[in-house]
């Protein structure tokens, strides 16, 4: 099974997955990263393990449609059948989610429903909220709404600073993803659905 992952920032759970298909606890090729963003410290992380890297910008387009129907021609070329959002910063639209619909796995650093949206951990943080966590899902059209696929707590105590919290939380996402992806992995694998078609 091919993998591609999206990421547009440090890249810290992009180069977790990339070491776990490298030790083979995700039994998957890993064809491609794309950024969205240029100076993305992700591009170094992945050049560096010789990974293909994609770069390009939305407002490189004329719209979300083109700029999304690009990247699925890239996907499409490379024959990924499973897409994976590492600190994405962008909704999936339409154009992908028709054909990536249940392929494309994110993680969000909150126990979702609660705390979803660009800052899950800060959020749940200012609450005053004794307990946290991650969730992977798949992705729908809403913001971290779509089917919940794992979840793992983290409990906040009373003496954590928010940077504390935030590194805890980071742990747990380069622990948990690499695991939930290995399953999905074989989840699809028993389908013959997953397969993507070059035909078209």
Same mark, same amino acid.
């Given at each position: 099974?091919?993998?591609?992952?999206?990421?547009?920032?440090?890249?810290?759970?992009?180069?977790?997955?990339?070491?776990?298909?490298?030790?083979?606890?995700?039994?998957?090729?890993?064809?491609?990263?794309?950024?969205?963003?240029r100076q993305a410290?992700?591009?170094?992380?992945?050049?560096?393990?010789?990974?293909?890297?994609?770069?390009?910008?939305?407002?490189?387009?004329?719209?979300? /449609?083109?700029?999304?129907?690009?990247?699925?021609?890239?996907?499409? =070329?490379?024959? #990924? @059948?499973?897409? *994976?959002?590492? +600190?994405?910063?962008?909704?999936?639209?339409?154009?992908?989610?028709?054909?990536?619909?249940?392929?494309?796995?994110?993680?969000?650093?909150?126990?979702?429903?609660?705390?979803?949206?660009?800052?899950?951990?800060?959020? /749940?943080?200012?609450?005053?909220?004794?307990e946290t966590g991650?969730? =992977?899902?798949? #992705? @729908?059209?809403? *913001?971290?709404? +779509?089917?919940?696929?794992?979840?793992?707590?983290?409990?906040?105590?009373?003496?954590?600073?928010?940077?504390?919290?935030?590194?805890?939380?980071?742990?747990?996402?380069?622990?948990?993803?690499?695991?939930?992806?290995?399953?999905?992995?074989?989840?699809?694998?028993?389908?013959?659905?997953?397969?993507?078609? #070059?035909?078209?």
């Amino acid at each position: 099974m091919k993998l591609a992952i999206f990421a547009s920032g440090n890249g810290s759970n992009f180069a977790a997955i990339a070491e776990a298909v490298k030790e083979g606890t995700i039994n998957a090729e890993l064809v491609l990263l794309f950024c969205d963003k240029r100076q993305a410290y992700v591009i170094q992380r992945s050049q560096e393990l010789g990974i293909s890297t994609i770069c390009f910008e939305p407002k490189d387009f004329v719209n979300k /449609a083109a700029y999304e129907q690009e990247l699925l021609q890239i996907l499409k =070329v490379n024959q #990924v @059948d499973l897409v *994976v959002l590492a +600190g994405y910063m962008r909704l999936i639209g339409p154009t992908l989610l028709k054909v990536y619909s249940n392929r494309i796995l994110n993680i969000h650093p909150a126990l979702l429903p609660d705390f979803p949206g660009l800052h899950g951990i800060r959020d /749940a943080f200012e609450a005053g909220v004794i307990e946290t966590g991650v969730t =992977v899902h798949f #992705v @729908d059209d809403g *913001v971290d709404t +779509g089917p919940i696929v794992a979840q793992e707590s983290v409990f906040i105590d009373e003496k954590d600073t928010l940077e504390m919290l935030e590194e805890r939380i980071h742990q747990v996402e380069h622990q948990v993803y690499p695991k939930v992806i290995q399953e999905t992995i074989e989840k699809l694998s028993k389908t013959n659905e997953w397969k993507w078609s #070059v035909e078209g």
